[in-house]
């Protein structure tokens, strides 16, 4: 089992910034990768960012390309997500999840674990 807790969420105007934390404790070897999710209401669940744990390229959703940056802390087993120049159609619950399966790093199906999300609201 893999836990996941996020952290740093909150309320933002448009253009601000923030940045979300997810640590990540228990059989954290059983996983290669972290992801980042976001859901708002009425919309299904997208991808937004993810990343290996020992490094390498980045992915991003192109929505969040050139304004959203993931990275990892291999020493604190956590992973973060600095969210630059926000704006309204960011506003979502925000999820981290653990990779435990084969599969692209984009898709939902590829994670097995997932923390229980932080909301993210930006203001116009």
């Known amino acids: 089992q893999v836990q996941l807790v996020e952290s740093g969420g909150g309320f933002m105007q448009a253009g601000g910034s923030l940045r979300l934390s997810c640590a990540a404790s228990g059989r954290t070897f059983s996983s290669d990768a972290m992801g980042w999710f976001r859901q708002a209401p009425g919309k299904e669940r997208e991808f937004v960012a993810a990343m290996r744990w020992r490094g390498g390229l980045p992915y991003y959703a192109d929505s969040v390309k050139g304004r959203f940056t993931i990275s990892v802390d291999n020493a604190k087993n956590t992973v973060y997500l600095q969210m630059n120049s926000l704006k309204p159609d960011d506003t979502a619950d925000y999820y981290c999840?653990?990779?435990?399966?084969?599969?692209?790093?984009?898709?939902?199906?590829?994670?097995?674990?997932w923390g229980q999300g932080t909301q993210v609201t930006v203001s116009s």
């Open positions: 999840a653990a990779r435990g399966r084969n599969g692209p790093l984009f898709s939902a199906l590829t994670y097995t674990y």
